[in-house]
């Protein structure tokens, strides 16, 4: 994760500013889940894969062997550690939902002064994009955590459902620039706690900020939930860029 800002805050501030970012990013989570609905037609992925997935067509696909093979070497690259998954992939792989899914971007913030105390950070303006199905990230962590049973099956569905869009806009760059359009920015992080997972997300170019630690750690042991999400600076806003604007402008330079 890029650093993120820090300001200190009173309880008064905390709870205006926490209220105030639950509903943006309310709205925001909306408007992301309704664009990529609109968008879903363009990531079928068996217009990415063709027979190389299961799908009542199963027709041929230009480029989906070079896609396929893509996948493969990005699935071998992860699926050992933590997963514990074979290497290689079988063709036709199970069919893969047509339905883009988006969860909220976490990362973990340390406490290493009060031992192994972790408190999970969530972002309001960044979202995990991957395909439905039976196994999300909170499902697969909780597996390579050893609080549910490990189910391979779905453990490998969920790696092929979260490594797909990424292949998707390697292939079809037009779709990134499109969601940039939109005012998206379109990046591939890799989540450490799942082995490198390299995952598609789309962030909203708002700026957030965390209080100081001791404020985190204040508010985590009152509610009882060792999670905290980043609060939106009101002020950037207004500050928010337009890549179009910024287009025309350059061409007038």
Request: proline share 8%.
């Amino acid at each position: 994760m890029e650093k993120i800002n820090r300001k200190k805050l009173d309880n008064g501030q905390f709870l205006e500013l926490r209220q105030s970012t639950e509903k943006v990013a309310a709205a925001l989570s909306k408007r992301l889940s309704s664009h990529l609905e609109v968008l879903r037609p363009l990531f079928i992925p068996r217009k990415l894969l063709g027979s190389y997935v299961k799908s009542a067509g199963m027709e041929e696909v230009s480029g989906a062997e070079k896609a396929f093979a893509t996948l493969q070497e990005r699935y071998a690259a992860v699926c050992e550690r933590p997963f514990g998954l074979s290497r290689k992939l079988h063709p036709p792989l199970l069919p893969i939902s047509n339905h883009l899914e988006i969860t909220p971007l976490q990362y973990r913030l340390n406490f290493p002064e009060l031992g192994e105390k972790q408190v999970t950070i969530l972002s309001p303006t960044q979202w995990v994009v991957s395909y439905g199905g039976e196994c999300p990230l909170d499902r697969l962590r909780a597996m390579v955590m050893g609080k549910e049973t490990r189910q391979p099956q779905d453990m490998q569905q969920a790696l092929l459902n979260h490594l797909i869009p990424g292949i998707f806009l390697t292939f079809h760059p037009a779709l990134g620039r499109l969601l940039a359009d939109l005012r998206y920015q379109v990046e591939t992080r890799e989540l450490a706690d799942l082995g490198g997972l390299p995952v598609v997300t789309l962030k909203i170019p708002l700026e957030t900020f965390l209080p100081p630690d001791d404020f985190i750690l204040q508010i985590t042991q009152l509610s009882g939930i060792p999670a905290f999400q980043e609060i939106i600076n009101s002020e950037a806003i207004e500050k928010i860029p337009d890549p179009l604007q910024k287009t025309l402008r350059d061409l007038q330079a």
